[in-house]
């Protein structure tokens, strides 16, 4: 049986960022999206089941 469940990746860190004007939230998030950023901690918050499969049953044997 297969479990699928949701969660939420919280990280701590930081990044530095040379620019010539004050970044904004989209600057850093550009920043921290192509890789520049320092991870110093990771949590994960909200794990809940999200669905549960059954593998189907063969219902007969391959033919070879």
Same mark, same amino acid.
């Given at each position: 049986?297969?479990? &699928?469940? =949701?969660?939420? !990746? *919280?990280?701590?860190? $930081? *990044? /530095? &960022?040379? $620019? %010539?004007?004050? @970044? #904004? +939230?989209? %600057? &850093? *998030? #550009?920043? &921290? ?12 918050? #909200? *794990?809940? =089941? #999200? !669905? /549960?499969? /059954? @593998? @189907?049953?063969? !219902? +007969? $044997?391959? !033919? +070879?």
């Amino acid at each position: 049986m297969k479990y &699928i469940f =949701l969660f939420k !990746e *919280i990280n701590f860190g $930081s *990044i /530095t &960022i040379d $620019s %010539d004007h004050t @970044p #904004d +939230r989209g %600057d &850093i *998030i #550009d920043a &921290i999206m192509k890789g520049g950023a320092y991870y110093h901690d990771t949590e994960y918050d #909200d *794990i809940r =089941l #999200d !669905e /549960t499969r /059954t @593998p @189907p049953k063969k !219902e +007969r $044997s391959y !033919e +070879r």
